[in-house]
């Protein structure tokens, strides 16, 4: 029996399926959406605002493209 990720059976590669594939889009379609919400809201932050929070206006637009790109 094989343990390692992305195979069902010992020696046969996981196959993408229909739904398999329509929930990948859907992910990532709902993380962008959350990422565009995010930037909204923190874009309408003051920089006193955000100085309490302890980010600048460029820690947060690097924070939320690592975020983005996956880095969380």
């Known amino acids: ?32 959406m959350r990422a565009t919400r995010l930037r909204r809201e923190l874009s309408l932050m003051d920089e ?7 980010v600048s206006r460029a820690q947060l637009g690097y924070e939320l493209d690592k975020w983005e790109a996956g880095g969380r």
């Not at 990720?5 to 859907?26: K, M, V």
């Open 1 to 32: 029996m094989s343990l390692s990720l992305g195979t069902r059976f010992a020696g046969q590669p996981a196959r993408l399926t229909a739904g398999r594939f329509w929930q990948s889009i859907r992910s990532r379609y709902a993380r962008m």
């Open 48 to 54: 006193r605002m955000l100085s309490d929070i302890g």
